[in-house]
């Protein structure tokens, strides 16, 4: 079972930033031995779970949505188990919980039913 504890988010105007933190612990987690899909999504009021995006544990290779593509940038620290989304330039149809989640295996994958663990969900706000 993995874990994954968030952090960070809040109310930030348009055109500010924000980062989020997602810490991954259990003990069947371990990254060296079977590797990891992190990503974020996202989900606004009355909408679908969105995606955001993704990151493997092996490799510096990270994808996005389009439509953060540009704005969003996501990082982990290896050592920590901790994967963040820095979010800037940020815009109102931002607003949603942010969710971080976590897949058993690595490859571009956008679909939430994929992931098999998740994060506990923060808040974003951009307010206009």
């Known amino acids: 079972q993995v874990q994954l504890q968030q952090s960070g988010g809040g109310l930030v105007q348009a055109g500010g930033s924000l980062r989020l933190s997602c810490q991954a612990s259990g003990p069947t987690f371990d990254p060296s031995v079977d590797d990891r899909t992190m990503a974020w999504f996202r989900q606004a009021p009355g909408q679908e779970r969105e995606f955001v995006s993704g990151?493997?544990?092996?490799?510096?290779?990270?994808y996005y949505s389009d439509s953060v593509k540009g704005r969003f940038t996501i990082s982990k620290d290896y050592f920590k188990n901790t994967v963040y989304l820095r979010m800037t330039d940020l815009k109102p149809e931002d607003t949603a919980v942010y969710y971080c989640?976590?897949?058993?295996?690595?490859?571009?994958?956008?679909?939430?039913?994929?992931?098999?663990?998740w994060g506990q969900g923060t808040q974003v706000t951009v307010s206009s």
């Open positions: 989640a976590c897949r058993r295996g690595i490859g571009r994958v956008i679909q939430g039913a994929q992931f098999h663990y």
């Open positions: 990151i493997f544990w092996s490799s510096n290779d990270p």
